[in-house]
């Protein structure tokens, strides 16, 4: 998305790391809410996608 780049800019700049811009690029933030319910037990994994 092109139009994200100079904000991405300028997050980067404000950063110590020359690497700052591709650190951003790669982190990814978990949604609170993310429609999966998820339980372990007894090795056994179950999941529920809403």
């Known amino acids: 998305m092109p ?7 300028r997050l980067a700049g404000q950063l110590p790391s020359p690497e700052a811009g ?3 690029t790669m982190a990814a933030v978990r949604p609170f ?3 999966r319910t ?3 037990r007894d090795g ?3 999941r529920n996608y809403d």
């Open 22 to 24: 591709t650190l951003l």
């Open 44 to 46: 056994t994994l179950l």
């Open 33 to 35: 809410f993310s429609g």
């Open 3 to 9: 139009e994200l780049v100079p904000a991405l800019d």
């Open 38 to 40: 998820q339980i372990g």
